[in-house]
């Protein structure tokens, strides 16, 4: 967990303010897994006017509902059918691959403008096809 949290850190000292990281497979391991971390990380983000693009599981909606509403951001959905506990982030020319699941948690980092480029496509797409959702209250 100590090597995620440096990597989400070091992330947010690199993106400046006003710039978007994009990520899609959201089921809200991020919270479950990193605890209070996740909303320190969240609050971090606000106050450094950090956008993220992030494309959820409709199952946040329901079974997360505090992941959801701790987002800073701009969430989309995808149906629940197509559940994923893995992450993949993209921000500049790097690439986050984030394994919730196993034990303990794994963060993949990859640093190449060509892999970047080629995952910010295939996020593109499937931004296109994400559904906007309301959010549900406490």
Do not use: C
């Not at 967990?1 to 400046?16: A, N, Q, T, Y």
């Not at 909303?39 to 946040?60: D, L, Y």
């Not at 506990?85 to 196993?102: P, R």
Request: glycine fraction near 6%; charged fraction near 25%; avoid cysteine.
């Amino acid at each position: 967990k100590k090597g995620i949290r440096r990597v989400l850190d070091d992330m947010l000292s690199e993106l400046k303010q006003g710039e978007t990281y994009f990520a899609f497979g959201g089921e809200g391991l991020f919270r479950t897994v990193m605890g209070p971390f996740f909303t320190a990380w969240q609050q971090r983000k606000k106050k450094n006017k950090v956008h993220g693009q992030v494309i959820f599981s409709e199952n946040v909606l329901n079974e997360n509902g505090p992941v959801i509403r701790e987002f800073v951001g701009e969430p989309r959905f995808r149906p629940a059918e197509y559940s994923s506990f893995t992450d993949i982030w993209m921000f500049h020319d790097k690439v986050l691959i984030l394994i919730w699941t196993s034990d303990p948690p794994v963060a993949v980092f990859i640093q190449d403008p060509e892999n970047a480029k080629t995952f910010q496509y295939q996020f593109k797409l499937a931004w296109k096809q994400a559904k906007k959702m309301p959010i549900p209250k406490k």
